[in-house]
């Protein structure tokens, strides 16, 4: 029997680690890897996290392709890789967005092949090959964004990708990931980046070798990918910015509530915030 031939696209930390964390299992895929720096790909080849370095054109003859790159790039991949795969094949993603990712994926892939929207929720501030933990998915969540178009075969071989790679798999309407996630996700992020930012362009100076652990703890997913977080903002850019809307207007409350020296009310916002995070 054929042991079915896995594509990874994008060999730095999500990619990578899914190579690794494949490695050795026991009816794991043959695994061939593609990335734009020769470094990762040397790298992959040299942990046996990958037999075999490819291109773009080569990798688009395998049985499952995963797309391991920023979600803005991805799209263009998408749509290239999608008109070549074989009949039987699966495309699918690990971006952090999903419904225009999902839109692409399916218009470009040819009659015969599906694309499957998928997102590992896992990460780090790192990025890189060099940052690739074959444990990253280990007891974490991936979430399937199924549609219409899916088969329920095709749905199972992406299921059981992740969950070989140690993920516990989720089923979640694209639509619906998008607003989840600028929640959770998305704005996290994006208030991390501002908070830096906003001491970076401070007029007085504030060292911040003094910084406070509170700072440090808060701020530390601001480390992230610039380009990773740059791409992801603009491609759910609606959601995103219901998000700041949201969080703009409970910020303004709490300014309103310190302004106003509102002992109850502070304590009241304070403790609602504590009972949900607790609740986490």
Not at 73 to 93: E, H, W, Y
Not at 96 to 108: D, F, L
Request: hydrophobic share 40%; net charge positive.
């Amino acid at each position: 029997m054929r042991v079915e031939r896995l594509g990874i696209l994008g060999l730095g930390l999500i990619g990578g680690s899914l190579a690794l964390s494949l490695r050795g299992k026991r009816g794991a895929p043959e695994v061939w890897g593609c990335d734009r720096n020769p470094e990762h790909v040397r790298m992959a080849l040299a942990d046996r996290a990958i037999a075999r370095g490819c291109t773009e054109k080569e990798i688009a003859s395998c049985d499952i392709v995963v797309v391991c790159v920023p979600v803005l790039r991805s799209v263009v991949l998408l749509r290239r890789i999608g008109r070549r795969m074989r009949p039987g094949a699966v495309l699918t993603d690990a971006g952090s967005v999903k419904a225009a990712v999902v839109r692409a994926g399916q218009e470009a892939t040819r009659d015969g092949a599906e694309f499957v929207g998928g997102h590992p929720i896992a990460g780090t501030e790192n990025s890189g090959y060099s940052a690739a933990d074959r444990l990253l998915f280990k007891g974490r969540t991936c979430i399937i964004t199924p549609t219409e178009a899916n088969t329920g075969k095709s749905l199972r071989r992406v299921e059981r990708l992740w969950r070989m790679a140690g993920a516990r798999v989720l089923r979640m309407e694209p639509d619906v990931h998008d607003h989840v996630f600028a929640y959770v996700s998305h704005l996290p992020h994006a208030v991390a980046y501002a908070l830096v930012h906003s001491v970076a362009t401070l007029g007085s100076r504030v060292p911040l070798g003094y910084s406070a652990g509170g700072f440090r703890d808060f701020t530390r997913i601001a480390s992230s990918n610039p380009e990773m977080w740059k791409d992801i903002v603009l491609q759910n850019r609606r959601e995103v910015l219901g998000a700041v809307g949201h969080y703009r207007r409970n910020l303004s409350m709490l300014e309103g509530l310190i302004r106003r020296g509102d002992k109850a009310g502070l304590l009241a916002y304070f403790r609602k915030a504590k009972s949900t995070r607790d609740g986490m």
